[in-house]
């Protein structure tokens, strides 16, 4: 781009200046014209008036006049042309009174002049009809290239004095590109901690250069969490495969050793855990690849009294639920949600679940508590990471995989909303508050 530039500039610049040098070569070819033609009228009015000699001998502006006669004498000449032949005999066309010419004459050997001359015609002059002639030496330039040499001499240094300083000027801006480049060139997928040396400047490079260290300081958690959730997976997906395996290996070897029936009744109960180890990872899948279910309005009282209905609670499930609070998003997926949600706190609570839904400063408010063991206030946050188990008490036994929360968090913040984990009102158990964007057809 940058060669186009300057191959385009001297374009340009070489007609631009050829349009200029012509300009000026017509504007002085026309003023010496003019002036020719001024000093022949003058002359021509004095010869009509009186004797050519009184008037043409004293020296003129133009120095070079001559007065011809029909038969191509001098008559009368200006002291420059005093003993000359004449300067041309250009002969105006019938009918007309004036010729423009550029006629070279040779004087002498050595001599040849050319001249921006211009004749008009004089009428019952002394010497009879006669031709005045006012003429000036062709200037220089003029007649020879010098000018449009020095001209393009002129262009090509410009040009290549731009040249230079545009290809220097680019590879200065260029280089720290290129220093980007090789360095970004050397980090692997194995090695994502090297990061871009950021200058002091607060120019463009410098921002350029925090963008991308922020965009690979994001690359590498994205790659740590799935190399950590791909550990954690396969180690998820081993145990409940070893057990399955094992007491299938037991029944076969020894048929007699344990009833057949309770034998697959603890492998269908394994192989339902391995089921929903595996859906639960293919929903975390899909919300990470983005896809959404249709969007629908979804009322969240009704919403929480139909999943309260289907699911099989040991406890008691208390409701306070606000008629009309509308959010907009996939049903099905905000259902996973509040599924997840019932059946983790229905899983530690002691004797009751409450759920509340209400709203606040145009936010939809849903707030999951049990009676249960409660959550540090350290670990809040981790209970929201794929595959995490605090203690005993939220372990494998307890029948959860840990992905619940994990699931339902990346559902919040794919609806644009957030779950997080918070004090207890009640001083006890475990409360988790759910805010989404509050739907425009909201009915308060």
């Given amino acids: 781009m940058t060669l186009i530039a300057i191959i385009v500039f001297a374009v340009v610049l070489g007609t631009g200046a050829f349009a200029t040098w012509q300009v000026v070569e017509n504007r002085l070819a026309a003023d010496l014209v003019n002036s020719a033609a001024e000093a022949a009228g003058k002359t021509v009015q004095d010869i009509e008036r009186g004797s050519a000699d009184d008037v043409v001998l004293p020296v003129t502006r133009i120095n070079r006049i001559q007065v011809v006669a029909n038969d191509g004498r001098v008559v009368a000449a200006?002291?420059?042309?005093?003993?000359?032949?004449?300067?041309?005999?250009?002969?105006?066309?019938?009918?007309?009174t004036r010729v423009d010419g550029t006629p070279c004459v040779s004087f002498s050997a050595s001599e040849r002049t050319c001249y921006v001359a211009v004749g008009l015609r004089a009428d019952h002059t002394v010497h009879g009809d006669v031709m005045v002639y006012a003429a000036t030496p062709e200037p220089q330039s003029l007649r020879s290239n010098f000018l449009e040499i020095t001209l393009a001499l002129f262009s090509s240094a410009l040009l290549a004095l731009l040249g230079w300083g545009t290809w220097h000027l680019a590879g200065r801006t260029l280089a720290p590109v290129e220093r980007i480049r090789a360095e970004m060139a050397e980090i692997t997928a194995s090695d994502l901690s090297r990061r871009m040396p950021v200058s002091d400047s607060e120019d463009e490079m410098a921002q350029l250069t925090g963008t991308i260290n922020a965009t690979l300081e994001r690359l590498e958690r994205a790659v740590e969490n799935q190399r950590r959730f791909a550990s954690d997976a396969s180690h998820e997906l081993r145990t409940p495969l070893t057990g399955l395996r094992t007491k299938l290996e037991l029944a076969i070897s020894d048929p007699g050793a344990e009833d057949p029936l309770a034998t697959m009744r603890s492998v269908l109960a394994d192989a339902e855990r391995l089921q929903v180890l595996i859906e639960d990872l293919l929903l975390l899948a899909r919300l990470d690849a983005g896809v959404r279910g249709p969007p629908e309005l979804v009322d969240l009282a009704e919403l929480v009294t139909s999943e309260v209905e289907n699911h099989q609670a040991r406890h008691e499930v208390l409701l306070k639920l606000d008629p009309g609070v509308m959010v907009r998003g996939s049903r099905l997926q905000l259902g996973r949600l509040l599924a997840n949600l019932l059946a983790n706190a229905d899983r530690h609570a002691v004797s009751e679940v409450r759920v509340q839904v209400g709203?606040?400063?145009g936010e939809a408010v849903m707030e999951i508590t049990d009676d249960g063991l409660g959550i540090p206030a350290g670990e809040r946050e981790r209970v929201f990471q794929r595959f995490t188990r605090l203690d005993s008490a939220r372990s494998r036994d307890a029948g959860g995989t840990g992905l619940g929360l994990p699931?339902?968090?990346?559902?919040?913040?794919?609806?644009?909303?957030?779950?997080?984990?918070a004090d207890s009102t009640t001083g006890r158990g475990a409360r988790f508050v759910l805010h989404l964007p509050l739907s425009t057809a909201f009915r308060p």
Avoid: C, E, F, Q
């Avoid at 004449?86 to 105006?92: N, Q, S, V, Y």
């Avoid at 699931?407 to 984990?421: F, N, Q, S, V």
């Fill in 359 to 361: 709203s606040l400063r």
């Fill in 407 to 421: 699931i339902a968090r990346d559902i919040a913040m794919a609806h644009r909303g957030r779950l997080y984990a």
């Fill in 78 to 96: 200006s002291p420059a042309m005093k003993g000359k032949p004449p300067i041309t005999r250009m002969l105006p066309p019938p009918g007309g």
